[in-house]
């Protein structure tokens, strides 16, 4: 695999890695909260906790399946019904190619022959007309399978963070629950931003932030539900 291609997939790895991590864990931070709030039996914590983890789960990789699948059968369709207009078209299309080609700043020969090479392969020239056209890219086309199931994969695993205090013998789960989820939030947010562009911290906060406001949402329903 060529270094471009590599780096495209793990942004989008990575892209299907925070989507699912992130809302594994905001999702059951809040719900954990709240049932933890309400009431101390632990054993409802953990039901409730990994019935959400499971649901939120498999929403989340049906959710990517679905997104990416209707994405890729966009870009086919556009791509048929360009190939069906240049076929039609081919003049007007070639002179699409010179124009786009002409305004990236190349005159005489040399343009001349990158017309020739684009218009001579005729899946080069669809190729050519949707991403300069349309901003669509073969490139962009990821297996829906996949995706499912790395989101789906990545909001187990963050799902599960707000429940290790429940599972393992933590003292004061709660707040450990609320610590380590934000913690490792804001890690991601970091990492992010890292591998991507922006500011880490601010990153970092803006997904810690994220976190919290769902903690503090299920915090306060908890105490509401905990007085009935």
Do not use: C
């Not at 299907?16 to 809040?30: P, S």
């Not at 669509?136 to 790395?150: D, F, G, M, Q, T």
Request: aromatic share 8%; hydrophobic share 50%.
């Amino acid at each position: 695999m060529k270094k471009e291609e590599m780096h495209f997939h793990n942004k989008y790895n990575l892209k299907d890695i925070i989507l699912g991590g992130q809302d594994g864990i905001v999702n059951v931070l809040g719900i954990v909260l709240a049932v933890a709030t309400a009431t101390n039996d632990l054993r409802i914590i953990l039901i409730s906790g990994l019935a959400a983890t499971f649901a939120e789960s498999l929403s989340m990789a049906a959710v990517a399946y679905t997104s990416t699948k209707a994405a890729k059968d966009y870009y086919l369709s556009i791509i048929e019904e360009e190939a069906k207009e240049i076929k039609k078209y081919p003049k007007r299309h070639l002179k699409n190619v010179k124009d786009i080609y002409y305004k990236k700043g190349f005159r005489g020969t040399l343009l001349n022959r990158i017309v020739s090479h684009i218009v001579s392969d005729k899946k080069l020239w669809v190729n050519t007309m949707v991403k300069e056209e349309l901003g669509l890219s073969e490139e962009e086309l990821i297996s829906p399978l996949k995706s499912a199931l790395v989101v789906g994969l990545a909001s187990v695993i963050g799902s599960l963070i707000p429940l290790l205090p429940f599972i393992l013998p933590f003292s004061y789960r709660i707040s450990f629950a609320l610590i380590f989820s934000i913690f490792i939030l804001f890690i991601t947010g970091a990492i992010k931003a890292k591998v991507t562009i922006g500011s880490w911290i601010r990153s970092g906060i803006e997904m810690a932030a994220i976190g919290t406001l769902a903690a503090l949402m299920g915090y306060v329903i908890g105490l509401a539900l905990g007085t009935i």
